[in-house]
């Protein structure tokens, strides 16, 4: 008997060609026990853009009533009628606040995922549109920036300390509280969970891995596209730890810009305020030499020839907090290559950090009163972190650490299956689950509620970042509730997808 099916998907899923929906029904029936429909939404925009549901448009329906609840109650609040009950056009302002979210994670819309569209008034702002530029507060943009504007009497130059991600949060708000397009980006995520608004400079221009010498590449933005008119609109863009990028991809933005802005001037006209350190880390070049590095690097492209260097030199770290200047002054020399050294070696002593003889006690000095966790600030967690050159070597201070605290654990295995069935005699599961490649976590993840977590993939730019930290609230089956510890987002919740 002959049957039919709505889309490709569901006859692979029919034939069992393709797993089914179960785990991401799970997921959501878990979460609406105790999250908010505004955190549904999200979630549920993250299955649809990177889990690839066979069915999205059933689990819509089965769990549109949780998604819409507190448009439903907002509704109910407005006409004083405790009595009036879901309609299309509350699903459909829900409906639209999901694909808002679809289109900020991936460009992409609903009926590009085999979902139905919800329909928009004439206007509707464009969401991806609203995703860059955000109705802002001018008021309260305005209010910070009078509160603020005296404090930068104390800034005079610029390594870590001396109060760059706090100029450039006060430009940016300056600019914006003149109703003007004002962007921020940054090298790493972990850096631009610090800015207001922040993404990473690839996500944010579409920037390759690699970029060649001497080519005349451009960024795959159109000019009649979302990304391309806002561009064409902005008037400023602070890019932070630029000295960390290649400058083949500075120099693609340059020439992107001019293209999509019709204007031959530096960056297409454009404000650019170019923030770094060129102490820390500089471009990095497989298996490169000392003289590769530097042809990387920012100062090496004829684009520096352009930039009006300004620097800050008070660092206000030690400053505020009335301390000794011993370390920073230290660690400039270390940076600037001035400090003693012998046969190439720096010697550590009281002045840079504490030396310790083992293990233990390098967490009893990090972590003092480990066992207390439980009373402690964020604060106190976001000012300690323990770095180890290798996966085995972090995996077994977590380890020990984790043991030294008594609250609720639990273990989350990765995915140890081959996609061809004849490859499961050439890569058995003990080896599959053996592996521990860079910007994974191991097979066997061990998570206890309280511990302060590191985000190694980012799925919902700008809020999350690749580096975000994060402190954990909550284990379940297929969610991980956790709480930031830095940045924008300090001290809010969010939801995580436990994939299998």
């Given at each position: ?7 490709f998907?569901?006859?692979c899923?029919?034939?069992?060609l393709?797993?089914?929906?179960e ?17 549904l939404?999200?979630?549920f925009?993250i ?15 089965q ?7 507190d ?5 109910r609040t407005?006409?004083?009628?405790l ?8 699903f ?8 808002d ?5 991936s460009e992409?819309?609903?009926?590009e995922?085999?979902m ?14 609203f995703s ?25 130059d ?8 706090f100029?450039?949060?006060l430009?940016?708000?300056?600019i914006?509280?003149?109703s003007k397009?004002?962007?921020a ?24 891995l ?8 451009v960024?795959?933005?159109?000019k009649?596209?979302?990304?391309g008119?806002?561009?064409q609109e902005?008037?400023f ?6 000295t960390m ?5 500075i120099?693609?933005?340059?020439r992107t810009l ?8 530096f960056?297409g006209?454009?404000t ?8 820390q880390?500089l471009?990095v ?8 590095v ?8 004829p ?6 260097k300004l620097y ?7 400053y ?18 001035t400090?003693?050294n ?8 009281h ?5 310790v ?8 000095t ?10 402690k600030?964020?604060q ?10 290798r ?12 043991l ?35 910007g994974?976590?191991p ?6 509620i ?6 190694l ?12 930290r994060?402190?954990?609230k909550?284990l ?7 709480v ?10 969010h939801l ?5």
């Amino acid at each position: 008997m002959e049957s039919f099916h709505a889309t490709f998907k569901a006859t692979c899923f029919a034939l069992g060609l393709l797993e089914n929906d179960e785990q991401w029904k799970n997921t959501l029936a878990e979460a609406t026990l105790s999250e908010s429909p505004s955190k549904l939404r999200e979630l549920f925009a993250i299955i649809i853009v990177f889990c690839q549901p066979s069915e999205p448009q059933s689990l819509w329906e089965q769990f549109r009533n949780d998604f819409c609840e507190d448009i439903l109650h907002t509704e109910r609040t407005r006409l004083n009628d405790l009595q009036f009950t879901f309609s299309d056009e509350i699903f459909n302002r829900g409906l639209i606040q999901i694909e808002d979210k679809v289109v900020c994670l991936s460009e992409k819309y609903l009926t590009e995922f085999g979902m139905n569209s919800p329909v928009r008034n004439e206007n509707a702002s464009d969401p991806f549109e609203f995703s860059i530029l955000r109705s802002y507060d001018n008021n309260r943009l305005q209010e910070f920036v009078e509160i603020n504007l005296p404090k930068l009497s104390f800034f005079l130059d610029a390594p870590g300390g001396t109060g760059k991600t706090f100029l450039i949060n006060l430009l940016l708000a300056q600019i914006r509280s003149s109703s003007k397009v004002a962007l921020a980006v940054a090298s790493s995520g972990i850096v631009a969970t610090l800015l207001s608004g922040g993404r990473t400079a690839h996500s944010t221009f579409k920037l390759p891995l690699n970029v060649l010498f001497d080519t005349e590449y451009v960024c795959p933005i159109r000019k009649n596209g979302p990304l391309g008119k806002i561009l064409q609109e902005t008037s400023f863009v602070v890019w932070d730890e630029c000295t960390m990028s290649h400058r083949s991809h500075i120099e693609a933005i340059d020439r992107t810009l001019k293209d999509l802005r019709c204007n031959n001037k530096f960056m297409g006209g454009i404000t650019f305020v170019f923030a770094g350190d060129f102490r820390q880390t500089l471009p990095v070049i497989p298996k490169g030499t000392r003289a590769d590095v530097v042809n990387a690097c920012l100062k090496s492209s004829p684009i520096w020839n352009y930039v009006e260097k300004l620097y800050l030199r008070t660092n206000m770290r030690v400053y505020l907090c009335g301390g000794d200047d011993i370390f920073p002054a230290q660690l400039l020399k270390i940076g600037n290559g001035t400090l003693e050294n012998e046969n190439g070696y720096i010697s550590i002593n009281h002045t840079i950090g504490r030396v310790v003889n083992n293990v233990e006690e390098l967490i009893s000095t990090v972590y003092p009163d480990i066992f207390n966790l439980s009373n402690k600030s964020y604060q106190w967690l976001c000012e300690r972190a323990i770095i180890s050159p290798r996966n085995v070597t972090a995996e077994e201070i977590n380890d020990i650490i984790l043991l030294k605290f008594d609250r609720h654990s639990r273990e989350y295995l990765s995915i140890d299956t081959v996609t061809s069935t004849d490859d499961a005699i050439h890569y058995p599961q003990e080896f599959l689950n053996s592996l521990s490649p860079s910007g994974f976590p191991p097979h066997k993840l061990k998570l206890k509620i309280g511990a302060p977590i590191t985000l190694l993939r980012n799925l919902q730019p700008p809020n999350l970042c690749n580096g975000t930290r994060l402190q954990i609230k909550s284990l379940r089956n297929n969610i991980i509730e956790a709480v930031f510890l830095q940045g924008q987002q300090k001290e809010k919740l969010h939801l995580f997808q436990e994939f299998p």
